[in-house]
DNA sequence: TGCGGTGCCTACCTCCAGGTAAGAAACATT
DNA sequence: AATGTTTCTTACCTGGAGGTAGGCACCGCA
Protein backbone atom coordinates (compact mmCIF):
# COMPACT_ATOMS: atom_id res chain seq x y z
CA UNK A 1 0.00 0.00 0.00
CA UNK A 2 1.02 3.25 -1.16
CA UNK A 3 0.59 6.24 0.91
CA UNK A 4 2.44 8.41 -1.29
CA UNK A 5 1.83 8.43 -4.62
CA UNK A 6 4.96 9.22 -7.21
CA UNK A 7 3.30 9.78 -10.60
CA UNK A 8 2.58 13.29 -11.96
CA UNK A 9 -0.85 13.36 -11.64
CA UNK A 10 -1.54 12.53 -8.14
CA UNK A 11 2.32 12.94 -5.99
CA UNK A 12 1.84 16.99 -4.40
CA UNK A 13 5.91 16.69 -4.58
CA UNK A 14 5.88 16.13 -8.10
CA UNK A 15 2.72 18.94 -9.18
CA UNK A 16 4.84 21.44 -6.89
CA UNK A 17 7.74 20.77 -9.09
CA UNK A 18 6.05 21.08 -12.02
CA UNK A 19 4.48 24.59 -11.02
CA UNK A 20 7.44 25.75 -9.73
CA UNK A 21 10.63 23.19 -9.83
CA UNK A 22 12.37 25.46 -13.00
CA UNK A 23 15.86 27.17 -12.89
CA UNK A 24 13.62 30.66 -12.35
CA UNK A 25 10.11 30.30 -11.39
CA UNK A 26 11.48 30.33 -7.01
CA UNK A 27 13.18 33.74 -7.70
CA UNK A 28 10.04 35.42 -10.00
CA UNK A 29 7.99 34.68 -7.05
CA UNK A 30 10.25 36.25 -4.49
CA UNK A 31 10.93 38.80 -6.57
CA UNK A 32 7.01 39.97 -6.81
CA UNK A 33 6.51 39.28 -3.00
CA UNK A 34 6.70 42.79 -2.19
CA UNK A 35 4.43 43.48 -5.42
CA UNK A 36 3.15 43.62 -8.84
CA UNK A 37 6.67 44.60 -11.15
CA UNK A 38 7.20 45.12 -15.01
CA UNK A 39 8.68 42.55 -17.40
CA UNK A 40 12.18 45.39 -17.72
CA UNK A 41 12.29 45.57 -13.60
CA UNK A 42 12.56 41.78 -13.36
CA UNK A 43 14.89 41.22 -15.82
CA UNK A 44 17.11 43.88 -14.00
CA UNK A 45 16.71 42.28 -10.83
CA UNK A 46 17.55 39.32 -12.26
CA UNK A 47 20.11 40.09 -14.71
CA UNK A 48 21.43 36.53 -15.43
CA UNK A 49 18.30 35.18 -17.02
CA UNK A 50 18.04 35.39 -20.55
CA UNK A 51 14.87 37.31 -22.42
CA UNK A 52 13.00 34.08 -23.87
CA UNK A 53 13.64 32.58 -20.57
CA UNK A 54 11.90 35.13 -19.00
CA UNK A 55 8.66 35.90 -20.92
CA UNK A 56 8.59 31.87 -20.79
CA UNK A 57 8.51 31.74 -17.05
CA UNK A 58 6.31 34.32 -16.62
CA UNK A 59 3.83 32.92 -19.21
CA UNK A 60 4.46 29.52 -17.52
CA UNK A 61 3.55 31.37 -14.36
CA UNK A 62 0.29 32.91 -15.33
CA UNK A 63 -1.10 30.05 -17.19
CA UNK A 64 -0.63 28.11 -14.16
CA UNK A 65 -2.14 30.28 -12.35
CA UNK A 66 -0.07 31.79 -10.21
CA UNK A 67 0.55 35.12 -11.45
CA UNK A 68 -1.73 37.76 -13.37
CA UNK A 69 -0.52 39.71 -16.36
CA UNK A 70 -1.78 43.52 -16.38
CA UNK A 71 -1.22 44.77 -20.14
CA UNK A 72 -1.20 48.58 -20.41
CA UNK A 73 -1.75 49.46 -23.95
CA UNK A 74 0.65 52.74 -24.18
CA UNK A 75 3.68 53.19 -26.01
CA UNK A 76 5.94 52.18 -25.09
CA UNK A 77 4.08 49.06 -23.98
CA UNK A 78 3.86 48.84 -20.34
CA UNK A 79 3.35 45.08 -18.81
CA UNK A 80 3.40 44.60 -15.01
CA UNK A 81 2.92 40.86 -13.50
CA UNK A 82 1.16 40.44 -9.83
CA UNK A 83 0.95 37.53 -7.51
CA UNK A 84 -2.26 35.66 -7.13
CA UNK A 85 -3.52 34.00 -4.14
CA UNK A 86 -2.08 30.60 -5.28
CA UNK A 87 0.97 32.45 -6.04
CA UNK A 88 0.91 33.93 -2.48
CA UNK A 89 0.00 30.16 -1.70
CA UNK A 90 3.55 29.05 -2.64
CA UNK A 91 5.61 32.06 -0.73
CA UNK A 92 5.84 29.22 2.30
CA UNK A 93 7.85 27.37 -0.43
CA UNK A 94 10.16 30.10 -0.81
CA UNK A 95 10.31 30.94 2.47
CA UNK A 96 11.72 27.54 3.56
CA UNK A 97 13.96 27.21 0.40
CA UNK A 98 15.62 30.60 1.74
CA UNK A 99 16.00 29.97 5.21
CA UNK A 100 17.45 26.31 4.62
CA UNK A 101 19.32 28.01 1.62
CA UNK A 102 20.73 30.17 4.04
CA UNK A 103 21.90 27.69 6.76
CA UNK A 104 23.62 25.96 4.11
CA UNK A 105 25.49 28.86 2.69
CA UNK A 106 26.63 29.78 6.32
CA UNK A 107 28.27 26.45 6.84
CA UNK B 1 21.47 48.17 -4.39
CA UNK B 2 20.30 44.37 -4.71
CA UNK B 3 18.92 42.76 -1.51
CA UNK B 4 18.97 39.79 -3.33
CA UNK B 5 21.79 38.34 -4.37
CA UNK B 6 21.23 35.44 -7.38
CA UNK B 7 24.69 33.98 -7.97
CA UNK B 8 24.44 30.55 -6.57
CA UNK B 9 27.39 31.26 -4.47
CA UNK B 10 25.16 33.92 -2.38
CA UNK B 11 21.58 32.72 -3.10
CA UNK B 12 19.99 30.95 -0.55
CA UNK B 13 17.36 29.78 -3.22
CA UNK B 14 20.26 29.15 -5.47
CA UNK B 15 21.74 27.02 -3.14
CA UNK B 16 18.81 25.09 -2.09
CA UNK B 17 18.06 24.28 -5.30
CA UNK B 18 21.20 22.82 -6.02
CA UNK B 19 21.66 20.67 -2.96
CA UNK B 20 17.42 19.02 -3.53
CA UNK B 21 16.32 20.88 -6.96
CA UNK B 22 16.78 17.66 -8.95
CA UNK B 23 13.85 15.18 -10.01
CA UNK B 24 14.28 13.13 -6.91
CA UNK B 25 15.78 14.50 -4.01
CA UNK B 26 12.99 15.57 -2.39
CA UNK B 27 11.10 12.64 -2.25
CA UNK B 28 13.61 10.61 -1.50
CA UNK B 29 14.13 12.73 1.71
CA UNK B 30 10.07 12.68 2.10
CA UNK B 31 10.24 8.88 2.39
CA UNK B 32 12.92 8.99 4.74
CA UNK B 33 11.78 11.25 6.96
CA UNK B 34 9.84 8.85 9.34
CA UNK B 35 13.54 6.83 9.33
CA UNK B 36 16.41 5.36 7.84
CA UNK B 37 15.38 3.09 5.14
CA UNK B 38 17.47 0.17 2.48
CA UNK B 39 18.47 1.01 -0.93
CA UNK B 40 16.17 -1.70 -2.03
CA UNK B 41 13.31 0.06 -0.01
CA UNK B 42 13.75 2.69 -1.39
CA UNK B 43 13.75 1.28 -4.90
CA UNK B 44 10.63 0.10 -4.22
CA UNK B 45 9.09 2.79 -2.39
CA UNK B 46 9.72 5.22 -5.82
CA UNK B 47 9.57 1.96 -8.47
CA UNK B 48 9.96 4.86 -11.16
CA UNK B 49 13.30 5.77 -10.53
CA UNK B 50 15.90 3.79 -12.21
CA UNK B 51 19.04 2.13 -9.99
CA UNK B 52 22.02 4.58 -11.28
CA UNK B 53 19.82 7.72 -10.71
CA UNK B 54 19.01 6.62 -7.37
CA UNK B 55 22.62 5.48 -6.24
CA UNK B 56 23.47 8.81 -7.67
CA UNK B 57 20.93 10.82 -5.77
CA UNK B 58 21.68 9.25 -2.41
CA UNK B 59 25.52 9.81 -3.23
CA UNK B 60 24.87 13.38 -3.74
CA UNK B 61 23.07 14.02 -0.71
CA UNK B 62 25.37 12.15 1.38
CA UNK B 63 27.94 14.10 0.01
CA UNK B 64 25.83 17.47 0.94
CA UNK B 65 25.55 16.56 4.64
CA UNK B 66 21.68 16.09 4.37
CA UNK B 67 21.89 11.77 4.71
CA UNK B 68 23.50 9.51 6.06
CA UNK B 69 24.82 6.34 5.13
CA UNK B 70 25.42 3.41 6.92
CA UNK B 71 27.17 -0.15 5.56
CA UNK B 72 26.68 -3.28 7.12
CA UNK B 73 29.60 -5.50 5.41
CA UNK B 74 27.19 -8.33 5.06
CA UNK B 75 26.59 -11.00 2.34
CA UNK B 76 24.09 -10.10 0.88
CA UNK B 77 25.47 -6.56 1.70
CA UNK B 78 23.01 -3.82 3.47
CA UNK B 79 23.03 -0.31 3.63
CA UNK B 80 20.66 2.15 4.99
CA UNK B 81 19.94 6.06 4.66
CA UNK B 82 19.03 8.13 7.04
CA UNK B 83 18.27 11.77 7.24
CA UNK B 84 20.85 13.88 9.00
CA UNK B 85 20.28 16.92 11.37
CA UNK B 86 20.85 19.44 8.03
CA UNK B 87 18.39 16.59 6.14
CA UNK B 88 15.63 17.60 9.22
CA UNK B 89 15.76 20.80 8.21
CA UNK B 90 14.89 20.59 4.46
CA UNK B 91 11.66 18.81 5.74
CA UNK B 92 9.63 22.27 5.78
CA UNK B 93 10.29 22.54 2.39
CA UNK B 94 9.01 18.92 1.84
CA UNK B 95 6.09 20.29 3.89
CA UNK B 96 5.09 23.40 2.04
CA UNK B 97 5.59 21.74 -1.71
CA UNK B 98 3.11 18.94 -0.07
CA UNK B 99 0.29 22.00 0.85
CA UNK B 100 1.26 24.12 -2.11
CA UNK B 101 1.14 20.41 -4.19
CA UNK B 102 -2.38 19.18 -2.92
CA UNK B 103 -3.40 22.86 -3.38
CA UNK B 104 -3.25 22.57 -6.74
CA UNK B 105 -4.15 19.16 -7.32
CA UNK B 106 -7.38 19.67 -5.93
CA UNK B 107 -8.39 22.42 -8.03
C1' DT C 1 16.04 60.14 -40.15
C1' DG C 2 18.03 57.68 -37.11
C1' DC C 3 18.31 56.11 -32.45
C1' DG C 4 16.44 54.43 -28.00
C1' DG C 5 13.16 52.10 -24.90
C1' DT C 6 9.69 48.40 -24.29
C1' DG C 7 7.58 43.89 -24.58
C1' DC C 8 7.64 39.88 -27.32
C1' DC C 9 8.83 36.30 -30.83
C1' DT C 10 11.56 32.97 -33.69
C1' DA C 11 15.31 29.94 -35.18
C1' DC C 12 19.04 27.75 -33.62
C1' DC C 13 22.21 25.36 -30.60
C1' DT C 14 24.47 23.39 -26.47
C1' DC C 15 24.68 20.84 -22.46
C1' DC C 16 23.42 17.81 -19.00
C1' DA C 17 19.82 15.45 -16.07
C1' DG C 18 18.22 11.36 -16.29
C1' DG C 19 16.95 7.12 -18.80
C1' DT C 20 18.47 2.19 -20.56
C1' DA C 21 21.31 -1.85 -20.61
C1' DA C 22 24.68 -4.55 -18.94
C1' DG C 23 27.73 -6.37 -15.64
C1' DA C 24 30.68 -7.12 -11.27
C1' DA C 25 31.49 -8.85 -6.43
C1' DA C 26 30.22 -12.12 -3.00
C1' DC C 27 27.88 -15.49 -0.90
C1' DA C 28 23.37 -18.66 -0.01
C1' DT C 29 20.33 -21.68 -1.61
C1' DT C 30 18.80 -25.44 -4.60
C1' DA D 1 26.87 -25.41 -11.24
C1' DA D 2 23.53 -22.58 -11.54
C1' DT D 3 20.67 -19.14 -10.09
C1' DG D 4 19.16 -15.37 -6.93
C1' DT D 5 19.95 -11.36 -3.91
C1' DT D 6 21.84 -6.83 -3.12
C1' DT D 7 24.53 -2.70 -3.81
C1' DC D 8 26.91 -0.19 -7.11
C1' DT D 9 29.44 0.78 -11.57
C1' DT D 10 30.19 1.84 -16.42
C1' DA D 11 29.02 3.00 -21.24
C1' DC D 12 25.80 4.95 -24.01
C1' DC D 13 21.97 7.83 -25.58
C1' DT D 14 18.07 11.11 -25.81
C1' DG D 15 14.90 14.93 -24.62
C1' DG D 16 14.34 19.13 -23.22
C1' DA D 17 15.66 23.21 -20.32
C1' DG D 18 17.77 27.08 -21.09
C1' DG D 19 21.21 29.90 -23.56
C1' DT D 20 22.44 33.13 -27.86
C1' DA D 21 21.36 36.09 -31.66
C1' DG D 22 18.45 38.60 -34.14
C1' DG D 23 14.08 40.81 -35.60
C1' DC D 24 9.44 43.33 -35.10
C1' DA D 25 6.10 47.07 -33.80
C1' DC D 26 5.43 51.45 -31.97
C1' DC D 27 6.35 55.92 -30.88
C1' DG D 28 9.17 60.01 -28.77
C1' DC D 29 12.99 62.70 -29.15
C1' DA D 30 17.22 64.88 -30.80
Chains 1, 2 share one sequence.
Not at 78 to 90: N, P
Amino acid sequence: MNTIPRDTAHCPVRKAMNLIGSKWKVLLLENLRDGRKRDGELKRLLPDISEKVLIQELKDLVASGLLTKHAYPEIPPRVEYELTDSGQQALPIVDSLVAFGKQHLAA
